[in-house]
């Protein structure tokens, strides 16, 4: 069964800084690695999808790498702002269609 | 282009009821995936809809069931409510295949007493 974890569980860290989530999931045999935001009581928030073939993806301030062959992902939030204070999740899609999502990192932007 | 929409919002049930949950997907996406977010287990894969077909099924009781419609609408349904089914219930909708970008809906707050 794939096993998704994320690290760390909770980032605090002060406005304008760069940083990195991390995503690891134990099985490689993937369709897509998916980037979401939650902000509290609320909905997912697509970031960024990453096909099995691809190695990164970008969207404005947020870049997100894949290596499928260790397991990894990660996303890079550029010069971080009080409005990015949310909880990302990272989801994966398996070669045989369910999705499994990460236990999720709380990041607080201190103004 | 309006977004995934759930009903109701919020709802309080009693144990051994039983609760229907709908989902409207985005315009065009014929795939709706249900998913129950709590907080010891976090988000977990409840099953996925394509073209009125359940493609696939996650490690739930068959107390959870759901259907979808020709329009693509979809409905999931938990019989014989149990206090652990309070939950954050979320709807996804995608395009078509695997390959797609999943958008979610506000979801559910169902809490059972």
């Known amino acids: 069964k794939q096993e998704v974890t994320q690290i760390p569980a909770a980032l605090s860290v002060p406005e304008g800084e760069n940083l990195v989530l991390n995503c690891s999931f134990t099985d490689s045999a993937i369709y897509n690695l998916q980037w979401f935001r939650q902000d509290p009581g609320k909905g997912l928030t697509s970031l960024l999808l990453?096909?099995?073939?691809?190695r990164e993806q970008t969207s404005g301030r947020l870049n997100a790498s894949l290596d499928k062959s260790s397991g990894r992902s990660t996303l890079y939030i550029a010069a971080s702002q009080p409005g990015d204070s949310a909880t990302y999740l990272c989801a994966v899609r398996n070669t045989g269609n369910q999705f499994y999502f990460g236990t999720g990192t709380s990041l607080t932007v201190i103004p | 282009k309006a977004g995934v929409t759930q009903t109701p919002r919020y709802l309080i049930k009693t144990r051994g009821q039983q609760v229907t949950l709908s989902c409207s997907p985005i315009s065009g996406h014929r795939s709706v995936s249900w998913y129950q977010q709590t907080p010891g287990q976090g988000l977990q894969f409840l099953f996925e809809y394509f073209s009125e077909t359940q493609r696939n099924k996650g490690n739930f009781p068959g107390r959870f069931s759901g259907r979808q419609f020709s329009n693509s609408r979809s409905e999931m349904n938990v019989s014989t409510l149990e206090l652990g089914d309070s939950a954050l219930y979320l709807c996804a909708s995608s395009l078509a295949g695997v390959a797609y970008e999943q958008y979610f809906g506000p979801g559910t707050r169902l809490t059972v007493t």
């Open positions: 990453i096909q099995s073939s691809q």
